[in-house]
């Protein structure tokens, strides 16, 4: 059911807390992967903020956009079909 005699194969690290502890000794691209993971959860968070803030604003201007949108399209095809 697996593959299990391919043992040679690389595995991509996921937790790499250890590596962290070296800061000096990590890569550029690493760095600014640990940047972004620390940044992410602010991130979230100002967007939770706002959507909480703003949700019913944005639905209802949703909801009046497509009110606006059918209206239109059904008054184009009552000129269409009963002129």
Same mark, same amino acid.
């Given at each position: #059911? +697996?593959?299990?005699?391919? =043992?040679?194969? /690389? #595995? /991509? /690290?996921?937790?790499?807390? %250890?590596?962290?502890?070296?800061?000096?000794? #990590?890569? &550029? %691209?690493? /760095?600014?992967?640990? &940047? =972004?993971?620390?940044? $992410?959860? +602010?991130?979230?968070?100002?967007?939770?903020? $706002?959507?909480?803030?703003?949700?019913?604003?944005?639905? !209802?201007? !949703?909801?009046?956009? $497509?009110?606006? =949108? $059918? &209206?239109? =399209?059904?008054?184009?095809?009552? %000129?269409?079909?009963?002129?």
């Amino acid at each position: #059911m +697996f593959n299990r005699n391919n =043992r040679s194969r /690389k #595995m /991509k /690290k996921i937790f790499q807390w %250890e590596d962290y502890l070296n800061w000096k000794n #990590m890569s &550029k %691209e690493q /760095k600014l992967n640990f &940047k =972004r993971a620390c940044l $992410f959860p +602010f991130l979230v968070y100002i967007v939770y903020v $706002f959507l909480n803030q703003y949700s019913l604003a944005i639905l !209802l201007l !949703l909801g009046l956009y $497509f009110l606006i =949108r $059918f &209206k239109n =399209r059904i008054s184009w095809v009552d %000129e269409l079909f009963f002129i």
